[in-house]
């Protein structure tokens, strides 16, 4: 839905990807939740202000100092710290103002602000509507998937990027907030109209199951969207309540993280326990681990491609380390560092990289990502049904 793909906006060309990562990171994971397990099964509790002096390559106070600065001067802060931050050289690094950090720690809890619409361009250059959550504004204004969008408050919106698009939707621009409106411009089979929508505060749902086929041993599909709060559980319980041998298969493309936390717990349906990934932060070096007690035999193939990030790209490095899955599609995406948010003066959000993750065989993710087992383009379920029903996962 439109609310998660907001943080995907570049500033240059990673600024978003960055900003919808920022708790994908281990070290950020635990200023959102408050610990990271450690090796003895017990939890540490991290504060970030013990480690947030000096972040990536440039010192916290420099970003701070160049705030006060600024805002002395009657200028933006955020503008100045981000351009601290620019000269770093830092790849992930980025500054928020507050209210896009707050819209986005919402996210990650599962909620976003928008109308409940997803679209994608179509063949024809036209934005379709492929998506209308139930129950939001979109679907009570009678909206429905396969309508085309025309316009959005007034502006033509064919031949725009689609990201561009649900920025408009959302109100980004204006900085729109829960109860503002938002005008449409949509046609069906050649009726066209416009209505207007309520922005609303609306749930995502990170994890949607379904069974392959009509046969008891048909395999399952759980597609995982991002890794906000609870989609590890999630996931833990489609397996957990699949049937008989069935086997797995796990669809994280397009999946741009989110939480490590929820990443380590959905490898704890398909592990017994042990590494998940290490990490460094100012190169002090800690470790994740999956609990114990995940179906170690059902036939798993994970579905990936370029858009399969971090946290998840966490998650299948260690499945496919641990020989536990077989891989398939695309090279991923390759975000392995960690990053950590600090607060600056105005309230504005500074993250920097402070470390890096790597996998249960100590490969690093940051800048190569993950090569699949077997290779698969636009055909990758397909490919990866065939796999599962060579592994014995029904079909």
């Known amino acids: 839905m439109p609310g998660l793909t907001y943080h995907l906006k570049p500033r240059g060309l990673y600024r978003g990807a960055a900003l919808t990562l920022v708790f994908a990171s281990v070290l950020a994971t635990a200023a959102a939740t408050g610990s990271l397990p450690r090796e003895d099964g017990e939890s540490t509790e991290i504060k970030t202000r013990a480690v947030s002096s000096t972040v990536g390559s440039v010192d916290r106070e420099e970003i701070a100092d160049a705030v006060a600065d600024a805002e002395a001067d009657g200028k933006s802060g955020t503008d100045a710290a981000e351009e601290v931050v620019s000269r770093s050289g830092d790849r992930w690094g980025a500054v928020y103002d507050e209210r896009e950090y707050e819209e986005f720690e919402q996210a990650l809890d599962g909620s976003y602000t928008g109308v409940g619409i997803a ?39 064919a031949k725009r990027p689609v990201a561009e698009v649900v920025a408009l939707l959302r109100g980004d621009r204006v900085k729109a907030s829960e109860g503002s409106t938002v005008v449409l411009g949509l046609s069906r089979g050649g009726h066209s109209w416009t209505t207007t929508l309520r922005r609303a505060r609306l749930s995502t749902d990170p994890v949607s199951v379904r069974r392959l086929g009509r046969d008891p041993s048909s395999a399952v599909l759980i597609k995982v969207a991002a890794f906000t709060k609870g989609a590890g559980t999630a996931v833990r319980d489609a397996v957990d309540g699949a049937p008989g041998d069935a086997g797995i298969l796990l669809d994280l493309r397009a999946n741009s993280g989110g939480l490590v936390s929820e990443a380590v717990t959905a490898s704890s349906a398909f592990l017994d326990g042990g590494l998940v990934a290490t990490y460094d932060v100012h ?89 699949p087992d077997v290779g698969a383009g636009p055909e990758a379920q397909e490919r990866g049904e065939t796999v599962l029903s060579g592994l014995g996962g029904g079909s």
Do not use: N, W
């Open 119 to 157: 679209a994608r361009r179509a063949a024809h250059g036209q934005v379709t509507v492929t998506g209308v959550k139930a129950g939001g504004p979109a679907d009570r204004a009678g909206v429905r998937e396969g309508d085309l969008l025309r316009t959005v408050d007034g502006r033509a919106v």
């Open 283 to 371: 190169g002090e070096q800690r470790a994740l681990y999956a609990d114990p007690g995940g179906d170690t035999e059902r036939p798993v193939v994970v579905l990936v491609d370029g858009g399969t990030m971090s946290a998840a790209e966490l998650l299948t490095g260690a499945l496919q380390d641990r020989g536990r899955a077989v891989t398939v599609g695309s090279r991923t995406f390759g975000k392995g560092s960690v990053q950590l948010p600090s607060k600056l003066p105005g309230g504005s959000v500074a993250e920097l990289t402070v470390g890096h993750y790597r996998t249960p065989a100590g490969r690093s993710v940051e800048g190569s990502g993950i090569t």
